[in-house]
């Protein structure tokens, strides 16, 4: 993983430094409100519902065991014994206080983190495939591309100050795990008919109130130009995006008033002013960065021990457990293992410190000390040899760490809602409680198989409900919480967003309805059918009819019309 130079730790000590001096300033008065706003929403820091709220940078969601033990640290000493692992790789800190956080931020430099544009109009964390340099399908790790643009976009002068906040995903792999078509850019390695490697690059895919799957505007972009062609895009957004409505300032929207041909033109236009100038990528820097991803020291004799394959067909709970929560590694004998954060009768993406501590201990005995957050909120151990899985299960399960529903219905991704957001209308952990609480049946879920549910407390769509197979949105009436429920939706390869079933529903009634959305999905699937496959094979209309049945009443009112 890449390790800060001389340079990069500099940096990080001085926001500390600044950072602290202003938060003194600001506690004695010396700064308003309105003043020290812009400077702690620069460090992450935000005023949710009930305390501050402190977001830390993953990059690409990968952590060292070092770096997990102080988010573990850091939880207990300054917050109240856990954290939330968020949608874009990162982790938020809920309940420290004020005073505190400059304490937290010398903390985190320690190890090489920081807060820094995590919040604010600037460019966000770069996400990535959580499974980056290990996965079959993967034509090149999409990493050192990832630390590339983090360089690039730190501190950038010119986009400090965007429309929006603006967020960018890489991917390396055939399959879409990092969600691509709904990020600001969407970067794609692919190969080219000369077998070339180079970017295909997808803008103005993103969510919330007015959402949309990214534009496809450059089939093929050479590596050498990545960052020069990103700096044309940034430049046309900064130049034309809405500073007066913020419901309309993304670029999602500019690229939908303009045109995807307009804006195409554009940005080429921009481009060709700046594509032959300093920012022209050397392969020499791509490779010095490349090094630093360089993979572990594997076991060339690993695939010899199959114990585990015995041990699968005598213990029920371990066989369940590799079925789901095993990834295929592409190094023959290796596992990488997905640790659930999704237990019932837990918020879902949320660790205690001792958990944390846990994880990171397995890491360094069983993964070479790395460990990844994903982007539906749970953690990776990416290089487990096959020997080593069952007493890994069995460690994890002493922590709750080892519920076997990875791509099942209770491994749902939800936001912290009206727990904690003061933008949120409606809860979400009550309702994943409630979910988990109907759906206890393991059994069950295995057979329902892959059904991915996605939850907002808004329309911000941190949840990403939009793109869920069954997305929930909280919303509210005369006080009340109620929830929208959409179909269909997908943020992989086939990225296309969900269907509005219908009215909203009474808070009480989730659960139970998503019942009768499976019992239909049950009574009309074939072979195989993942939920996702039977609803575009049947559409909308049997499930309708199913929670919102008509009335004799109804369909003659219905006949008249």
Not at 83 to 91: D, K, V
Not at 226 to 236: D, G, K, M, W
Not at 357 to 376: K, M, N, P, Q, R
Not at 435 to 448: A, T
Request: charged residues 25%.
């Amino acid at each position: 993983m890449y390790k800060y130079d001389n340079y990069d730790q500099t940096i990080v000590d001085e926001r500390v430094a600044q950072f602290r001096d202003q938060t003194e300033r600001f506690l004695a008065g010396k700064l308003t409100e309105e003043e020290f706003r812009p400077l702690r929403l620069m460090n992450g820091l935000y005023v949710q519902r009930y305390a501050p709220m402190l977001r830390v940078a993953i990059p690409y969601g990968l952590l060292s065991s070092e770096q997990l033990r102080m988010l573990a640290h850091i939880s207990r000493k300054y917050d109240k014994n856990y954290a939330h692992f968020s949608t874009r790789q990162n982790i938020q800190f809920n309940w420290p206080a004020l005073e505190t956080v400059p304490d937290i931020l010398a903390d985190l430099a320690s190890v090489e983190m920081h807060a820094i544009q995590t919040s604010g109009n600037v460019i966000r964390n770069t996400t990535s495939d959580q499974f980056a340099g290990i996965a079959k399908d993967e034509l090149e790790d999409p990493r050192p591309y990832c630390e590339i643009i983090r360089q690039w976009s730190t501190f950038h002068p010119e986009f400090s100050f965007l429309p929006r906040k603006f967020k960018i995903a890489v991917s390396g792999a055939t399959s879409d795990r990092a969600a691509i078509k709904v990020h600001d850019i969407g970067l794609n390695l692919i190969k080219n008919d000369a077998g070339e490697v180079g970017f295909n690059v997808i803008v103005g895919g993103g969510l919330g109130r007015t959402p949309f799957i990214g534009a496809d505007i450059r089939p093929f972009l050479e590596k050498q130009h990545l960052l020069s062609y990103l700096e044309a895009i940034l430049r046309v957004y900064n130049r034309f995006g809405r500073r007066d409505n913020i419901y309309r300032a993304r670029i999602k929207i500019l690229v939908n008033d303009l045109g995807k041909e307009e804006f195409t033109r554009q940005v080429e236009e921009e481009w060709s002013h700046i594509k032959s100038g300093v920012m022209k990528l050397d392969q020499k820097e791509i490779e010095r960065v490349q090094r630093y991803f360089t993979s572990p020291e594997y076991d060339d004799n690993a695939s010899d021990d199959t114990s585990f394959n015995e041990l699968e067909k005598s213990d029920k709970g371990f066989s369940n457990w590799t079925k789901r929560n095993l990834f295929a590694h592409r190094v023959p004998g290796y596992k990488a293992v997905v640790v659930s954060l999704k237990a019932p009768g837990i918020a879902p993406g949320d660790a205690t410190d001792e958990q944390m501590d846990h994880i990171a201990s397995l890491a360094d005995l069983y993964s070479y000390g790395e460990v990844v957050v994903t982007h539906d909120q749970n953690l990776i151990l990416p290089n487990v040899k096959q020997a080593n899985l069952f007493a890994l299960w069995k460690k994890l399960s002493k922590k709750n760490l080892a519920t076997a529903n990875i791509g099942l219905l209770t491994d749902m991704i939800c936001c912290p809602g009206l727990d904690f957001c003061s933008l949120a209308n409606a809860g979400s952990i009550p309702i994943a409680k409630q979910i988990n609480e109907k759906f206890d049946d393991i059994d069950y879920l295995h057979d329902i198989g892959e059904l991915k549910i996605k939850m907002s407390g808004c329309m911000n769509a941190c949840g990403h409900h939009h793109v869920g197979h069954i997305g929930i949105l909280g919303v509210k009436k005369k006080d009340k919480e109620f929830y929208q429920l959409t179909l269909g939706g997908s943020a992989e390869k086939d990225a296309c967003l969900g269907d509005r079933l219908g009215p909203s529903i009474v808070k009480e009634e989730v659960a139970n309805v998503i019942g009768k959305l499976l019992s239909v999905y049950v009574e009309k699937r074939q072979d195989e059918e993942r939920f996702l496959d039977t609803y575009r094979r049947v559409g909308i209309e049997p499930f309708k009819e199913r929670v919102y049945p008509k009335t004799p009443a109804k369909e003659k009112a219905h006949a008249n019309n």
